[in-house]
């Protein structure tokens, strides 16, 4: 079946220094969605991407879908501590609605 | 928009209880809803799909008899797990999506579920 890997499994940074996680699938993705939990919540929606090459931009996140819509990644510029969390990679196997995720990326900011 | 609430947030009980969840969408329909458990510092593992009026579509490896999924209405589903035991424990998110394909899914705020 398929499968999303996601690298790396930790990152710490000290405050004001860039963050990245990328994020492989095993098979095309029609789309690729990206969500962040907090410590003691629940994920929350972040961006989608289609397109084959998609980048889209929120503030300091940068999110790019790759050309043959295989990997994405997330990059986060000047981290804060308010970026703390673990950031969770999801695509959808086939038309069923379901997302697959992966194992997530978890960011340790130092103020 | 795109509010789920998820009830309760901790449950903590003895071992042969059955525990109910809830799912709810409060501002949309939700013809689809989704079941996960989440071990502390893991991923989320999709358990099931919830499918308003009809049978639950249980991932591989779901005991279905133990976890038991009712999605009667279009903005409530809801996860019982029957008989539980202390390896039942864990934290469970539901997730719903608005009509159409590719949407995102909006997660409840989970529940904690410790057995003793």
């Known amino acids: 079946g398929q499968q999303v890997m996601q690298i790396p499994q930790y990152q710490h940074v000290q405050e004001g220094e860039d963050f990245t996680t990328y994020c492989n699938s095993s098979?095309?993705?029609?789309?690729i969605q990206w969500y962040k939990q907090r410590p003691g919540g629940h994920p929350v929606f972040l961006i989608q991407?289609?397109?084959?090459?998609e980048v889209k931009k929120q503030k300091r996140l940068t999110f790019q879908f790759g050309e043959a819509k295989k990997n994405s990644s997330l990059h986060i510029t000047a981290t804060q501590t308010t970026d703390v969390g673990t950031y969770f990679c999801?695509?959808?196997?086939?038309?069923?609605?379901?997302?697959?995720f992966g194992q997530g990326t978890t960011l340790q900011v130092k103020p | 928009g795109a509010v789920v609430s998820q009830h309760p947030s901790w449950v903590i009980c003895k071992s042969g209880t059955s525990v109910k969840i809830e799912c709810r969408s409060l501002d949309f329909q939700a013809t689809t809803m989704f079941w996960y458990r989440q071990f502390p510092k893991q991923s989320l593992m999709l358990m099931a799909t919830s499918n308003e009026g009809s049978k639950a579509t249980y991932e591989q490896g779901v005991e279905k008899d133990k976890f038991l999924i009712n999605h009667a209405s279009l903005t409530l589903s809801t996860l019982t797990v029957t008989s539980a035991h202390p390896e039942d424990s864990s934290f469970y998110i539901c997730?719903?999506?608005?009509?159409?394909?590719?949407?995102?899914?909006?997660f409840g705020d989970g529940t904690r579920l410790s057995i003793l």
């Open positions: 991407l289609v397109k084959s090459g």
């Open positions: 999801a695509g959808p196997p086939g038309n069923t609605g379901k997302l697959i």
């Open positions: 098979t095309t993705l029609s789309n």
């Open positions: 997730s719903a999506s608005e009509v159409g394909l590719s949407q995102p899914q909006h």
